[in-house]
């Protein structure tokens, strides 16, 4: 993993419980500031594009919710949006079991990473070898 | 006497370093202050933040204190001149003390006691919980998103607010000059500009902007040093704060010395 992370440093888009999302920014403010530090994007075009975005999962009602309120589920997602809006972003996702601990499979990866594949270009997965049985669904899906 | 040496010098050493790291990331801050690319849409979002929470949020107790305080003391200075017979320096006294002394000195303790601890607890908390990671692994310059924004928050909150004291304060001793003096509100006014210094007031301003970008930049700097402990946060909090205290006394005394010189 590390090396991907050394590979794509400048379109790296990390999902992992080693990076947290900022706790005292609401959950819109997460994802809008990849956007808003790196391209300028104005306020408020960034919170009506982090909206659009949270609609794909059918999370907008959590916008303006503060991080330590989320769900583990909303907390990936927002984790995942958050990745994918860096330009041209490669999407490296460490141990999604870990910031969601009470999924079965990887089957809810795979659904959100459809939701938003016009996002990001590439995306890896790093997992110990041993949770290779929670990604059969996901090579039933494709990914 | 080598062990003395040895006990004395060592804390000395240490204090000496950890001013000149001070100093050193100062000289960095300084240079991302002044430089147009540390501002964004995002480091704006930030600065607007910082100062709504550092120089509005405080307003009720600000004029509170300014008001109850400064009353009383004006009171004091008052009674005080006209017992000694000095009502010809009434408007040097306000001017050289209420503004340039009080006011920016009553101002950062109250901003230093709110919110340099804030900032400190803060910074460490985001350490701690890895969070300045997260903001590197997607290339945001902390400098940039977190630092400048409350640096320049601090030089402007303790301006803006050191005005705002010495408005309520000179405003009250217009009441008093009114009971005390039998002094009409032409005359105040007069008595004020005619004392007034230009560079009383740049002075004022400069130790201002010294008190703002100290007492944030210390803890700023006392925060980093949290490691990836809960425990280590409070210890980081206590020691940013004895060092911002330490950094007030060390500012007041440099300028009381420049201004007689």
């Known amino acids: 993993m590390q090396k991907a992370i050394a590979l794509h440093k400048a379109r790296l888009g990390m999902v992992s419980a080693q990076a947290p999302l900022i706790s005292n920014l609401d959950a819109w403010l997460n994802v809008a500031l990849i956007r808003?530090?790196?391209?300028?994007?104005?306020?408020?075009?960034?919170?009506?594009?982090?909206?659009?975005?949270?609609?794909?999962?059918?999370?907008?009602?959590?916008?303006d919710r503060r991080i330590s309120s989320l769900e583990d589920q909303e907390r990936f997602c927002i984790m995942l949006l958050r990745a994918a809006m860096v330009k041209?972003?490669?999407?490296?996702?460490?141990?999604?079991?870990?910031i969601m601990p009470d999924l079965q499979d990887a089957r809810y990866v795979g659904r959100s990473l459809k939701w938003i594949d016009d996002l990001y270009e590439e995306c890896h997965i790093f997992d110990y070898v041993w949770m290779k049985d929670h990604y059969g669904a996901l090579h039933g899906e494709e990914h | 006497m080598a062990q003395i040496l040895k006990t004395l010098g060592n804390p000395f050493v240490k204090n000496v370093l950890s001013a000149q790291e001070t100093l050193a990331f100062a000289g960095v801050v300084i240079s991302k202050v002044f430089s147009r690319?540390?501002?964004?849409?995002?480091?704006?979002?930030?600065?607007?933040?910082?100062?709504?929470?550092?120089?509005?949020?405080?307003l009720p107790l600000f004029i509170t204190v300014s008001i109850i305080f400064g009353s009383l003391l004006i009171g004091i200075v008052f009674a005080v001149i006209k017992d000694l017979g000095l009502a010809e320096y009434l408007g040097s006294i306000l001017m050289g003390f209420?503004?340039?002394?009080l006011a920016p000195f009553i101002t950062v303790l109250l901003i230093a006691l709110r919110s340099s601890s804030a900032i400190d607890a803060e910074i460490a908390v985001m350490k701690v919980n890895q969070e300045l990671n997260t903001l590197s692994l997607f290339n945001i310059d902390v400098l940039d998103y977190l630092f400048v924004p409350r640096i320049v928050n601090g030089m402007v909150?303790?301006?803006?607010?050191?005005?705002?004291?010495?408005?309520?304060?000179?405003?009250?001793?217009?009441?008093?000059?009114?009971?005390?003096?039998?002094?009409?509100?032409?005359?105040?006014?007069?008595t004020l500009l005619n004392s007034t210094k230009f560079s009383d007031i740049v002075i004022m301003l400069l130790k201002c902007m010294t008190f703002g970008f100290f007492i944030t930049l210390i803890p700023i700097r006392f925060g980093l040093r949290a490691s990836h402990e809960l425990t280590s946060i409070p210890v980081a909090v206590l020691n940013g704060m004895v060092k911002v205290f330490i950094a007030i006394v060390i500012i007041e005394v440099?300028?009381?010395?420049?201004?007689f010189i």
């Open chain 2, 157 to 190: 909150s303790v301006v803006l607010l050191s005005c705002l004291f010495s408005i309520l304060v000179l405003g009250s001793g217009m009441l008093f000059s009114f009971f005390i003096f039998g002094m009409g509100l032409d005359t105040y006014g007069n």
């Open chain 1, 36 to 63: 808003q530090y790196h391209e300028n994007l104005p306020r408020d075009r960034a919170r009506r594009e982090v909206l659009a975005s949270l609609d794909r999962f059918g999370m907008g009602a959590i916008a």
């Open chain 2, 98 to 101: 209420v503004v340039t002394e």
């Open chain 1, 88 to 98: 041209r972003a490669v999407l490296v996702i460490d141990r999604p079991f870990q």
């Open chain 2, 37 to 58: 690319r540390s501002y964004n849409s995002a480091t704006k979002m930030v600065l607007v933040n910082q100062i709504y929470f550092t120089a509005v949020e405080i």
């Open chain 2, 254 to 259: 440099l300028s009381l010395i420049l201004r």
